[in-house]
Structures are given as C-alpha cells and as structure tokens.
C-alpha cells in the first residue's frame, strides 16, 4: 500500500475554534488554544501530543524544563517529528499504530468503537447516532482513542493470537475470549452484580495547547521518581510490539510512554472498518501501576481511584484532585501530572486551568461495555490563582460544597414530602412511589446542573478576604434561588391539593443563608 495520509503534515486534530490541524501545526502555532472533540478525545490527544513532548524534549530535571520552556519543547518536536516523518502515515508500508499482521480478525464497522452511536440493533433516537461513513481524520482520531479507551467485549477477535502459546486471550474452556477494556477506561464493582467504567483524568492547561503540553512535561529526575515504572521507554511508532507478550511489549509494559500511549488493542484500518484484537494487557492502578492523570489513593488494604459520575459533575471533585496540597496526612488521593505541575507553576504564581474529563460506561456481566441509562461524557475546566491555592481556599471550597450537598438533600426530602402529599396516599401505589422517585432524583440532577454555572465564580470567592466572603454570601443566595426553582418546576401547584402540599413542602434555607 502506497504511504498516504501523514498526521504530521495532514490536518486531524480538533481544535476548538478553529478547526482541524496537524501535527506539525499544533507544535508551531501559538493562537491554537485548546483541543475540540469529546472528552475522550481530548485526553486520548492530550496524552499522545504529550508522548511526542516527552519523546522529543524530556528535561532533565526543574531548572532544565525552566530554562527550554515552552518554545523550545516545541522547536524539539518539530524536529523530532521531521525524524520520524515516515512512521506517521495512517496508511502505507508501516501504518501508524497499527499492525498489519492481523488482517485475519474480523472487520468492525467504525461506529461500534463510539458509544455515542447506535448500531447492530440499537434503536436510533437522534440522526447525529446513525453510523456514517467516516474520513481520514476522524479514523485517525479514533485510531488514537482505541489504544486506551477501547471499550471491552466482543467488537475484539481475539481467535488471532500473535505470541506463540499466549492465554490471556482464551477463556476457561480454550475458546476466544471476549476484549478487556482499555487501561484508560477501567472497570469497578457497583454492587449487587452491577459494573461501571470510566477513570477520571486531570490535567493542567495553559494559554495554549504547547504551553498545556509544556506544563505537564515530567522530567527524568519526576519519572525516576514513579512507583513501578521502569523508564521512560519508546513510544510504539518507533517500535511497534510484534505479539501480546513479546520482548518489546514485556519491556514497555512498565514505561513511562506506555502510560500515554499504551498499545491496549491491535488495530489495522480496512476501507469500511477497522481490524481489531486484544493487544498488550497492563497492569492497573489497583496493584501500583497508576496514571499519571488518574487520581488515586493507595492504601494498605487496597487502592482507590475518582471515576467519572454523572450525578456529580468533576468541578464537585476539585478537593478531592487536590487533596495533596492540603498536606495535613500522609493519605489521600494523588494526580502524578497535577501535584508535579502545581510545583512548578508555583513559581509563575500565574493562573492556569485544571482540566478532568471522561466517560462513563456500563459493563455486563459478560465483559461487554456500552453506554446505557445515565452513561454520559463528563468534563470541566476550572481556573485557579495559583499563588492562592492552598489548604485555606481548598477547605473553604470544601465546606461550600458540602453546605450544597445539604441544600440538596433538603430539596430532596421535600419533593418526596410533596408527592407523598399530593398524590394518593395508598403506600402500595407502585406508580406513585415510581414517580415519586423519579422526580426526586431529576430535581437532585436539575440542581446540581444549575449550581455548575456558578463553579468558576464560588471558586474565585474561596479566599479570606472580606470580598470573597460577601461573595460566598450573594452565592448562597443564588444557590438557595436555584433549589426553590427546581422545586417549583418539579412540584406544580395548580389544584387545591397541589397548593396544599406544595406549602406544606417548600423547603426553607434560612440558616444556610445568615452569615457566616
């Protein structure tokens, strides 16, 4: 196959208010300030543009990163990329990120790799879930998002195994097993037989997206440091592992690169689909193998992670992503990329954003992951004053939101209080205690989608200051306007009997209100 498509000279990558850019463009023009696409889009981009930094311009250490800065990371990866101009053609003689050797696997469709579209029997609610053809750029992309995000199940053949006497890919009876979820994606246990995936990721952001790759440039002196990695190894397009566990995949299990760019699935590009098998199986956060934008707690017993929840949106998780700089113990949860970066951009005491994102997944029983009820992507960008960020603004934030959990659970107990009023009072009314339910938790989903406008500004008004103290106090009220409207769009008060346990209800957010 003739060598087409070059990612470094063609433009793929969404960026927002822009357009698509290659690579070339995204290390050599400053005015593009941050990535488009979805969530998982953004961080699987982020991660690979971050790879090519760290392949390209690793520092050696504070002083070293200081002194290359931004512009001169990005004249190293423009030099780097000039190197390995041959290893980026999507399409040709060495295809990048794929391996050509498992033409024998079964072609999947391109839409059965996005949640976010309908296909086999799903039933099409909106025309933007039909699957349609797809062009170069955005098979480039999704490409990008298969090696960590791949969703589990049976869209991976895993009949072909490329490392002689491999089992990882077989069940208990000898037979092709379905696809582990990719190491970006995860899964976790909801209890009664019920599972989920979907890590949260974190990372800083700049002026722009060089100066974003910049900041969450780790040194050699930061991966040296790192539980379980074994060095920074070499990213996949300068050696692409031959099987599941042959030398070059048992070496770059535990690099550095691998956690950015890992090589979860082994894919080929076919003209209407893509060819697709498990690929290297890593390590997970649960025995020490921890992300870099994950935020994890390790513990003796055992290791938690922050997972992407739609019903409580990440700018309600900031405490918990910064839960280090409070440093008052020695436990917690950390975000290598966040606590390494917030070292140094002290020193600028500038103001940057903190962005966390991903999606949310069901997975059966089976290992099959799709997206289902509330599954959803997630993101937020928050900006913070870094020369103020401290244990006082992080408590103080603490404690408003935990203030808007009670605000929350008020508005909760008095739309139940209100259909247990209103309605029939018979308690073995199935369809009344459903509704009941129902319309609680879209009040509590109502609220809290209405208290995010208002993220960046309570976290402005999180200091000592009296100013931020009158803000917090407008805040409240603002906060307190959103739950009786919530209430009053969740609980009409038309009928006789309405009105009656509509007043009855209301609830009342006096003390909430005075001053602190």
């Known amino acids: 196959m003739d060598n087409r498509f070059n990612l470094i000279d063609e433009p793929w990558i969404p960026v927002a208010d822009f357009g698509r850019v290659s690579l070339k463009e995204v290390f050599s023009r400053p005015e593009l300030r941050a990535l488009g696409g979805n969530p998982v889009q953004k961080i699987a981009l982020t991660k690979l543009l971050l790879a090519i930094a760290q392949a390209a311009a690793t520092p050696k250490d504070d002083e070293h990163w200081l002194q290359m800065g931004w512009q001169g990371m990005a004249d190293k990866c423009l030099s780097y990329l000039h190197q390995w101009h041959d290893s980026f053609y999507l399409y040709g003689e060495k295809p990048f990120l794929q391996m050509p050797e498992i033409t024998r696997a079964k072609i999947r469709s391109f839409g059965v790799f996005s949640p976010e579209v309908a296909t086999g029997n799903t039933t099409v609610l909106i025309e933007s879930q039909t699957e349609k053809p797809l062009p170069p750029e955005e098979i480039a992309v999704l490409l990008v998002c298969q090696m960590g995000f ?60 060089a100066e ?13 440091s790192l539980p379980n990695i074994s060095s920074i190894g070499s990213p996949p397009w300068e050696c692409m592992p031959k099987g599941e566990d042959c030398e070059i995949s048992k070496r770059e299990k535990f690099s550095y690169l691998s956690h950015l760019v890992p090589v979860n699935k082994f894919c080929f590009i076919a003209e209407k689909g893509i060819h697709i098998t498990d690929g290297i199986v890593y390590p997970d956060f649960s025995i020490g193998r921890i992300d870099p934008m994950n935020s994890v707690n390790i513990t003796r017993e055992k290791n938690t992670a922050l997972w992407v929840n739609p019903q409580k949106r990440p700018w309600r998780e900031l405490t918990s992503i910064l839960q280090f700089v409070q440093g008052d113990s020695i ?186």
């Open 150 to 209: 791949s969703l589990g199940g049976k869209k991976s053949d895993n009949s072909i195994i490329m490392t002689e006497g491999y089992r990882l890919k077989l069940n208990q009876k000898g037979n092709p097993a379905v696809g582990v979820p990719g190491i970006f994606i995860g899964k976790r246990s909801l209890g009664k037989g019920k599972q989920a995936g979907g890590l949260l990721h974190s990372f800083w952001v700049g002026r722009h997206i």
């Open 331 to 516: 436990s917690g949860f950390e975000t290598v990329l966040i606590n390494k970066g917030l070292r140094r951009l002290k020193r600028f005491g500038s103001r940057f954003a903190l962005w966390s994102g991903g999606v949310m997944v069901t997975t059966h029983t089976t290992g099959e992951q799709y997206a289902a009820g509330l599954d959803d992507y997630l993101q937020s960008e928050l900006w913070l004053n870094i020369d103020e960020l401290g244990t006082n603004l992080l408590s103080v934030l603490k404690s408003e939101i935990f203030e808007l959990g009670n605000i929350q659970y008020q508005l909760s107990k008095s739309v139940e209080r209100y259909f247990h009023a209103a309605g029939d009072p018979k308690p073995k009314d199935a369809r009344k205690i459903t509704k009941a339910k129902e319309a609680k938790a879209t009040s509590e989903n109502m609220f809290w989608q209405l208290c995010e406008r208002q993220a960046q500004t309570l976290i402005d008004a999180c200091d000592n200051s009296e100013e931020g103290r009158q803000q917090r106090l407008q805040l409240r009220k603002v906060f307190a306007s959103y739950a009786y409207e919530v209430f009053d769009r969740t609980c009409p008060n038309h009928s006789a009997r309405q009105m009656d346990a509509w007043a009855q209800s209301r609830p009342h957010f006096s003390n909430y209100l005075k001053a602190e």
């Open 212 to 224: 974003t790759l910049w900041v969450n440039l780790l040194s050699i002196e930061d991966i040296d």
